[in-house]
């Protein structure tokens, strides 16, 4: 199989076969894993007494791992930072001749809206699976604070009472993460049937 031959069916160019075979440069993961495919070989087979290969596949799964943990960390704290925001505008620039538009805009969009897209990501992100029920928690939470530490808190410190933040808010909060993370779930069921369909493509084509 030539160069040329190699890059059409692993869907790269002849250069980078090229860099690999001359160790110029490694494939990454998927790579290896279509590299393996092609030529019919176990990992092990391909990547045995490799060491420069099994170096770069540990370093670049630790720095996929490092990314992926940093784009989760940033996710969530651009949601924490749209409802800090949206708390400390009612405090600073909500008058009661507005508080109404207030309550339109932050708790019946804004952050609703806010809480659906992180949720997405959230639902199409496989990591995100094992604490996707604590996050729909999180969500619903947050819901219910924001109206709690608006609205609530001005009316008590009128008053001079005091009273709990009810649960029965965290509800809609629950309602728009949830079908946020439905929504971000069949997306990566989607693409995944995609790769899936593609990868058999390229399978039959090869027979």
């Known amino acids: ?14 250069q980078t076969v090229s860099n690999w075979e001359n160790d110029r440069s490694y494939p990454d993961i998927a790579g290896v894993l279509a590299l393996a495919k092609l030529y019919g070989l176990s990992l092990d087979e391909l990547l045995r007494e490799d060491e420069g290969m099994l170096r770069h596949l540990e370093e670049s799964t630790n720095i996929v791992k490092s990314k992926r943990t940093l784009s ?18 009612f405090w600073v620039g909500t008058a009661p001749t507005n508080a109404m538009g207030y309550g339109l805009v932050f708790l019946w969009f804004l952050i609703p809206v806010a809480t659906m897209v992180v949720a997405f990501f959230v639902g199409r992100d496989e990591e995100w699976r094992e604490v996707r029920w604590l996050m729909l928690l999180f969500f619903g939470a947050m819901y219910m604070l924001a109206p709690y530490a608006t609205f609530t808190w001005a009316n008590m410190a009128a008053t001079g009472s005091f009273r709990l933040p009810a649960l029965a808010d965290m509800l809609p909060g629950i309602l728009c993460a949830a079908v946020g993370m439905g929504l971000g779930s069949a997306a990566r069921q989607l693409a995944a049937r995609k790769e899936s369909g593609g990868a058999e493509g390229s399978a039959g084509e090869g027979e």
């Open 1 to 14: 199989m030539t160069q040329e031959q190699a890059a059409q069916r692993l869907q790269v160019s002849r």
């Open 72 to 89: 989760r960390r940033l996710l969530m704290a651009a949601y924490l930072v749209i409802w800090g925001v949206s708390i400390a505008f």
